[in-house]
């Protein structure tokens, strides 16, 4: 089933022309237009289903600096405070609390790792600190157990998956710009060599620059262009319970199950990780950039079955821009719940939190959480395609940084000083395959 998600008013009628277009109505391309409109830029946001159907409404809502890769951190950090700033300058409620996320655990290497973390954080004035096994138990009351100790990061928060891409979405049509729900965009145009226009289904809209924010679908986007962008996805189970009767933790992780407060005061419930690999002729491609990460992870990772093909987000083919295309036949990813996950998941929240057992299950859902072979999104204008800015693979980090990915494309469009250094995530280090040769499409 879908992941609860507030509806959202969009504009009518498509505009003849736009200064940026913005494929893909997920948090971030929702933040990259919010941030276009702030500077007077007239733009329009595109999405083929509901915006914030897919992925960013079925993530956990955690906003961390914690344990981030060092190359998201500063992205990270800048978020947390745009986060902030987005509710106070237009008064939208997207759910954003700095409540802390406290994270648990009696495994003596995850702890060892925690906290050279935290070593690493203090050289960039994050703030973040390791807990002893009496801290630990005090702050983890809620679950009645001794733990040999965890981290608290108390500036980190959450925000409302349900919530937050709507809630922006409202304010970049507040600005002037225009967005488009159930408007499948089918590729782009090409005048001397440069973007001159993107084709949707309901039109053309002309214009010199478009961001492809289009999550899971991207790697086939790129595709169409002969452009590599190796992405693979996961299919993740989540659960919802209904409020508990007791406090307990607004945000809280362990090795067995993690959970997240909603604004409603209902929780998600998950398990870090866990999830399933469906077969995919594109997953089949990047086979051998992306077997280290699976090995690495093999754990938690299960066979799928043929729910990707079924999905056609991961399609080896090209498409025309005349004919309905995969999107249009799957407006919006809702991929099958695993049974055995709920009920996995559920059992460990209660004998985590053993309050739960008042609390029933409201909802469970699945997603896929598009990943790139070093976990690292792609940000950046396609050197053989300019005018086209690459915004994917945020491999399940998306939502926290969301308001920093955003600016930092707007800052990139819009040619400003960028918010961060945006050599790291340049997509030119995917275009040459796992043996080091330069891919040859």
């Avoid at 994050?126 to 157990?145: D, I, N, S, W």
């Avoid at 399933?276 to 594109?282: E, S």
């Avoid at 090209?318 to 055995?340: C, F, S």
């Amino acid at each position: 089933m879908p992941a609860p998600l507030a509806s959202v008013q969009t504009s009518p009628d498509l505009p003849l022309d736009a200064d940026v277009v913005v494929i893909g109505g997920g948090i971030i391309g929702a933040f990259t237009a919010y941030y276009l409109a702030k500077r007077g830029m007239k733009v329009a946001l595109v999405e083929k289903g509901g915006i914030g159907a897919e992925q960013s409404s079925r993530n956990w809502g955690w906003c961390r600096q914690q344990n981030r890769d060092a190359r998201e951190l500063p992205m990270a950090t800048k978020s947390l405070d745009l986060w902030e700033q987005f509710g106070v300058q237009t008064g939208e409620q997207t759910g954003f609390t700095r409540c802390g996320l406290l994270y648990l655990s009696n495994n003596e290497k995850e702890l060892t790792g925690w906290a050279r973390w935290g070593e690493f954080a203090r050289t960039v004035n994050v703030e973040t600190y390791m807990l002893t096994a009496q801290q630990a138990a005090e702050r983890g009351r809620a679950t009645g157990k001794q733990w040999k100790g965890g981290v608290f990061s108390p500036s980190d928060g959450i925000a409302d998956p349900s919530r937050a891409a709507p809630a922006v979405a409202r304010a970049i049509m507040a600005l002037g710009s225009t967005v488009h729900q159930n408007c499948a965009v089918r590729g782009i145009e090409t005048q001397a060599g440069r973007l001159s226009s993107v084709v949707t289904e309901k039109g053309i809209i002309r214009t010199p620059i478009a961001v492809l924010a289009a999550g899971a679908w991207a790697s086939s986007f790129c595709r169409q262009y002969g452009i590599r962008f190796p992405q693979a996805t996961i299919r993740q189970t989540v659960l919802s319970v209904s409020a508990p009767s007791q406090e307990i933790p607004s945000a809280l992780h362990t090795p067995d199950v993690s959970m997240t407060r909603r604004f409603d005061g209902s929780y998600t419930i998950a398990i870090s990780g866990k999830g399933r690999v469906d077969i995919t002729p594109q997953l089949i491609g990047f086979a051998p950039q992306f077997l280290p990460m699976f090995q690495r992870r093999w754990r938690n990772l299960a066979p799928g079955g043929f729910e990707g093909v079924r999905a056609g987000h991961e399609s080896w083919k090209r498409w025309r821009l005349d004919q309905p295309t995969p999107m249009e036949r799957m407006r919006i990813l809702d991929p099958k719940v695993d049974a055995a996950i709920v009920e996995l998941t559920y059992k460990r929240a209660v004998e985590l939190i053993p309050i739960l057992k008042s609390s029933s299950v409201g909802a469970s859902w699945a997603g896929y959480v598009d990943s790139t072979p070093d976990g690292v999104p792609g940000i950046g204008e396609i050197a053989g395609l300019p005018g086209l800015v690459l915004a994917a693979g945020f491999s399940g980090h998306g939502f926290g940084i969301g308001p920093g990915a955003g600016h930092l494309i707007a800052d990139i469009v819009s040619g400003v000083a960028p918010i961060v250094d945006p050599r790291p995530y340049h997509p030119d280090r995917f275009q040459t395959s796992a043996w080091g040769k330069v891919a040859d499409f």
